[in-house]
């Protein structure tokens, strides 16, 4: 069974400029959520989808960032602009049932 | 906010030895969680406990939620190389359609030549 897929792998942007992450998680995982892992510190949730709902999105910094999961499988997360304290490990993870997260590899985002 | 404690935030061991590492909140879950993350990858989950007071194993891997539903604890029997990594707990209490989840700044494990 694949696991959650996420691209890119690593991101190098100026501040101001805007960026997206891509994710494709676990074949019938109804459950997705976006984390931010800062160095040094655990994954902090930023966004969790019921399908194609976002269900929770309280930590979410609006002003700048937006998340979609069209038909309820894929997700993009986008950020505009990037500030220099975005630079983080972005992660995304897919559940069932068990609500058991499964996390993608992470994209590395390094923002100068 | 909810908070987790985990401890210690580092392990220098040598190979063969016994690990121990634990979580402790204020805040009540009903479920813990037990992640490793090595470099440049995603956490990977580890032990899955449900249920106050249950011990589950996994390999060399032990795990307990603890009887106060408030902490848990991770032990790794006979470390070999491959168990460098950072060890994460999270909290999780899942009330009808509401999932919340927390992780503690998790346990480095230095494994010594």
């Known amino acids: 069974e694949a696991g959650v897929v996420q691209s890119p792998r690593y991101k190098i942007i100026e501040k101001k400029q805007p960026v997206a992450f891509w994710c494709n998680p676990i074949?019938?995982?109804?459950?997705l959520y976006w984390y931010r892992q800062n160095l040094g510190q655990g994954p902090e949730l930023l966004i969790r989808?019921?399908?194609?709902?976002?269900?929770?999105d309280s930590q979410l910094p609006k002003d700048r960032f937006s998340a979609e999961r069209l038909k309820g499988v894929d997700s993009t997360l986008k950020i505009q602009p990037a500030e220099l304290g975005d630079s983080a490990v972005y992660l995304c993870?897919?559940?069932?049932?068990?609500?058991?997260?499964?996390f993608g590899p992470g994209t590395r985002l390094t923002v100068t | 906010g909810q908070q987790l404690n985990q401890s210690p935030q580092s392990m220098f061991i040598q190979e063969g030895e016994d690990v121990s590492m634990n979580c402790t909140s204020s805040?009540?879950?009903?479920?813990w969680l037990w992640y490793k993350q090595d470099p440049g990858e995603g956490p990977v989950l580890l032990i899955a406990?449900?249920?106050?007071?249950e011990l589950t194993s996994n390999g060399r891997l032990t795990a307990q939620f603890g009887i106060t539903r408030k902490d848990s604890f991770l032990n790794i029997s006979a470390s070999i190389p491959s168990d460098v990594g950072i060890y994460f707990c999270?909290?999780?209490?899942?009330?009808?359609?509401?999932?919340?989840?927390?992780f503690g700044k998790g346990t480095r494990l230095h494994i010594l030549p």
């Open positions: 993870a897919s559940s069932s049932f068990t609500y058991e997260q499964y």
């Open positions: 074949s019938g995982h109804n459950t």
């Open positions: 989808y019921e399908n194609e709902e976002a269900v929770d």
């Open positions: 805040s009540i879950f009903n479920t």
């Open positions: 406990l449900y249920k106050a007071g």
């Open positions: 999270a909290g999780q209490t899942i009330m009808n359609r509401d999932d919340k989840i927390i």
